[in-house]
């Protein structure tokens, strides 16, 4: 019999909390509520965990605080949850390692259909990624090292890189000399489509570029292709492949 996946939410009202826990459980995922971060950590160490719905406003530890402890040593999927909607919000959010955002009120519809897209591109991305998670890759005078998740020059500089900017570069050097859309690279890194007001993906590409030390008015490393979207052009290798 297949193994019912965990979905753990984690939210301060107590009537989100229910109606999710009810409307996740017909829907077929055992589900499981709690109020704040304790619970969250409690459950955590309990069991499985396949996705965690996260509130950004918490009592004690907040959503972005929690999620933050929570990437130090785990890839369990978090869609965050929050009343406030602007764009910084969300920015955040994406940068302390959530994998998609839904500002409140929500339709539990949407939620639902969210889940299930992060919980299939995170299955189905542990396959097409596994080089990029398990081997150092080697790019324009630089490696991305996946364990320390952090960026190394060929001088030896070392370049911290967000959760955000990790999981975008990661993607980009999976689909080398290949023009991804904004759409595409919502999808590939967040499981979802963009709307038209969602300049995300133009912030994170702007930081990469800066990390990187390319030119934002020639870059060489990523390119934007007028129209259509932006382009690792650089050949990607393995550390320690010919």
Known sequence: MERQQHILVVDDDPEIRDLLQEYLSRNGYRTTAVGDGKGMWQVLESGQVDLIVLDLMLPGEDGLELCRNLRVDS????IMLTARGDEMDRIL??????????????NPRELLARIRVVLRRTSTMQWSMEDAEYHTLCFANWKLDPVTRH?????????????????LLQVLLTHPNRILNRDQLLDLTQ???SDPFDRSIDVLISRLRKRLRD???T???IK????????????????GEE
């Open 151 to 167: 960026l190394i020059g060929d001088d030896g500089v070392v370049v911290p890189l967000s959760g955000a900017e990790y999981r």
């Open 224 to 239: 934007t292709v007028r129209g259509e979207g932006y382009i690792l052009a650089s050949r990607v290798s393995i550390e």
């Open 93 to 106: 959010g994406l940068e302390m390692g959530a994998d998609d955002y839904l500002p409140k009120p929500f």
């Open 191 to 193: 499981g979802r489509e």
């Open 219 to 221: 870059p060489n490393i």
């Open 75 to 78: 890839k369990v999927p978090v």
């Open 215 to 217: 030119d934002p008015k």
